[in-house]
């Protein structure tokens, strides 16, 4: 029947009861029996209370049903700077981390990114990015410029080849633009070895030349040589020529 406005002085007929009054009330009943018996021809849109189990039902033109006493979700907003994201309506809703939400630049921004570990029912935790980059693989190399003195035979791929060319290092015949050599021990150990501190009896002997003593001695006549590793020296005089230049004799 709707709502009706009241007058002072109305007359309320019982028509104007049942069809006004009474479905416009709020009714109260022990348990929804007491409610039954007691209102045997419902109309659509009549509230009963049943105060034994704090329940509110309403009747929608076929059956009394349950009305919610805290009222149900319509929608989920969230704020722009927000990393959750919701959705749905009524007494059901979902409600999920948008991690596309915001993008940092840098890894410091953050400590820790989210992970799901599906053999742990699904369970969503917290890792520390610096755990993560020791696990993630390292992408391939897609070139590489070599320098000097270096080559480069593989500049792809995830192990590239890189040899040290001492080819193309600079010709120079000054003693003076040089004051180390690079030497490698039998640990290949490497080492920058300064020209005073190679001792000569570390080279090869080929000729056959040992160290500090003399093997020969030979002499363009006057000089003459007993040769032997001492050998001794002298003058022929029987060779020897004098000459005298601007000398003046008196005798």
Known sequence: MG??????????????????IANQC???FAST??????????????????????????????AWVEASLTADITDVLTAANSSMAGGGSS?????SADVNNTTSATATASDYVLIEDVDDSNATRKALISDITALVPQG?????????LVDITAATGPVPT???????ASTSTTDGDGDFFVVVDAANAQYKLTKANIALSGFDNDSGFAAGTVTSV???SPIASSGGTT????????????????QVFVG
């Open 140 to 148: 391939d190399l897609t070139g590489l410029t070599a320098g000097n």
């Open 218 to 220: 030979t002499g363009t």
């Open 3 to 20: 709502y009706r406005t009241w007058s002072t002085g109305d007359t309320v007929s019982a028509a104007d009861f049942s069809s006004y």
């Open 33 to 62: 029996t007491a409610r039954d018996a007691a209102i045997t021809s419902p109309s659509e849109g009549m509230f009963a209370y049943n105060s034994d189990a704090n329940q509110l039902f309403y009747y929608d033109g076929s």
């Open 91 to 95: 007494g059901s809703i979902s409600i």
């Open 26 to 28: 709020l009714f109260v």
């Open 162 to 168: 890189i040899d040290v060319d001492l080819s193309e």
């Open 231 to 246: 050998p001794a020296i002298s003058v022929d005089p029987t060779d020897a020529q004098f000459i005298l230049s601007n």
